[in-house]
T-cell receptor
Framework: EDQVTQSPEALRLQEGESSSLNCSYTVSGLRGLFWYRQDPGKGPEFLFTLYSAGEEKEKERLKATLTKKESFLHITAPKPEDSATYLC????????????FGAGTRLAVHP | DAGVTQSPTHLIKTRGQQVTLRCSPK?????VSWYQQALGQGPQFIFQYYEEEERQRGNFPDRFSGHQFPNYSSELNVNALLLGDSALYLC????????????FGNGTRLTVT
């Protein structure tokens, strides 16, 4: 069964304390892996798409990487405004654009 | 450039009633997908519409139905509401090719009492 697992479920960081979020997946024929940020009461906001193992994408303090079994979202020197839930999702071959989501990691960054 | 817009933002219904949620896709997008997000969970795929037809469907009962109009906007209908249908309903739009990123609206919060 196609599955996406994110860890940890929740993460508390001090401002400036770098860390990584994990997304592991079991799908047949990965077509793409997506990272989204979701603020309370809002819809997910698109961050990155990764298509093949070894690929990396960066945006401000965030960097996403992809291997054959998992993806990492690295957060460098986070600020309180980075607090949100980070969602990982995959699309597999034959799935058109059907996203399979993980449950997310709730990140809280304290000053 | 308007993103994905959904209406209404909040809705309260009684068990057994029917509800219709609406979505306008991001400009240039031709594919619309609907997701259900329970509190503390990731979004779950309901179905996807392309060229006014349902292209793919998730594990949701027939009480959930939809429609896509010629201008690419879409509706989600839920009949015979159950308490368990209370959730955030998200609409996402994209281009048709697989692997294109989905852009989400801010959702409709449905409460069934």
């Amino acid at each position: 069964e196609d599955q996406v697992t994110q860890s940890p479920e929740a993460l508390r960081l001090q401002e400036g304390e770098s860390s990584s979020l994990n997304c592991s997946y079991t799908v047949s024929g990965l077509r793409g892996l997506f990272w989204y940020r979701q603020d309370p009461g809002k819809g997910p906001e698109f961050l990155f798409t990764l298509y093949s193992a070894g690929e990396e994408k960066e945006k401000e303090r965030l960097k996403a990487t992809l291997t054959k079994k998992e993806s990492f979202l690295h957060i460098t020197a986070p600020k309180p405004e980075d607090s949100a839930t980070y969602l990982c999702a995959v699309v597999f071959s034959g799935g058109y654009n059907k996203l399979i989501f993980g449950a997310g990691t709730r990140l809280a960054v304290h000053p | 450039d308007a993103g994905v817009t959904q209406s209404p933002t909040h809705l309260i219904k009684t068990r057994g009633q029917q509800v219709t949620l609406r979505c306008s896709p991001k400009s240039g997008h031709d594919t619309v997908s609907w997701y259900q997000q329970a509190l503390g969970q990731g979004p779950q795929f309901i179905f996807q519409y392309y060229e006014e037809e349902e292209r793919q469907r998730g594990n949701f009962p027939d009480r959930f139905s939809g429609h896509q109009f010629p201008n690419y906007s879409s509706e989600l209908n839920v009949n015979a509401l159950l308490l368990g249908d209370s959730a955030l309903y998200l609409c996402a739009s994209s281009l048709a090719q697989g692997g294109s990123p989905l852009h989400f609206g801010n959702g409709t919060r449905l409460t069934v009492t």
